[in-house]
């Protein structure tokens, strides 16, 4: 049973234009949500996070928007760069006690030059 | 100055064999989890320690045994190695209340032939 989904296995966007990341939930308990990007060989690297009380949250070219009541969050890159191109992981945690987070099979980004 | 490191990097080894994979971080963190990548790409979390105590243990077979010798290293040994034991093994630690960033070490491939 897949808490964390994320339908889309791979995405191609051009170098300057917005690359949208999405990802679905099912557990409504779920207080944090968090992205992680992974490049290949290496372990995956916390990228941007947000509180289940906010809708959106930005830094820099990085923005996460989050729709509680249709369980959908999303990674926003604007402006996409080549360095960007990797494997984003979507994640979801219940609770400050409970360090089980839970991940989304990723989403591989390719950035077209 | 590797923040999260494991060792080794790639393990090939025969079925029936046993074998450690060692983990050590020097960010001070005080939680330490093991993760599987399986080959649909999927992270799963098996273990958590928090200052040298089990705080989670996933449903992972016995062969799977954690150890903390201190709060810097989380090792994990395998009994017994089958082959859908092989995958890619992902140690990461984690501040003190903030389970939310996560940082990761390079990975463990391991192939069991």
């Known amino acids: 049973d897949q808490q964390v989904k994320q339908n889309s296995p791979s995405l191609s966007v051009q170098e300057g234009r917005i690359s949208i990341l999405n990802c679905d939930y099912t557990n409504s308990m779920f207080d944090y949500f968090l992205w992680y990007k992974k490049y290949p060989a290496e372990g995956p690297t916390f990228l941007i996070s947000?509180?289940?009380?906010?809708d959106k949250n930005e830094d820099g070219r990085f923005t996460v928007f989050l729709n509680k009541s249709a369980k959908h969050l999303s990674l926003h890159i604007v402006p996409s760069q080549p360095g960007d191109s990797a494997v984003y992981f979507c994640a979801a945690i219940v609770g400050w006690r409970d360090d089980k987070i839970i991940f989304g099979k990723g989403t591989r980004l390719h950035i077209l030059p | 100055d590797t923040a999260v490191s494991q060792t080794p990097k790639y393990l090939v080894t025969q079925m029936g064999n046993d074998k450690s994979i060692k983990c050590e971080q020097n960010?001070?963190?005080?939680?330490m989890y093991w993760y599987k990548q399986d080959s649909k790409k999927f992270l799963k979390i098996m273990f958590s320690?928090?200052?040298?105590?089990?705080?989670i243990n996933e449903t992972v077979p016995n062969r799977f045994s954690p150890k903390s010798p201190d709060k810097a290293h989380l090792n994990l040994h395998i009994n017994s190695l089958e082959l859908g034991d092989s995958a890619v093994y992902f140690c990461?630690?984690?501040?003190?209340?903030?389970?939310?960033?996560?940082?990761f070490g390079p990975g463990t491939r391991l192939t069991v032939t």
């Open positions: 960010l001070g963190h005080d939680t």
């Open positions: 320690y928090n200052n040298k105590e089990l705080i």
């Open positions: 990461a630690s984690s501040p003190p209340r903030n389970a939310e960033e996560q940082y």
């Open positions: 947000i509180s289940s009380i906010k």
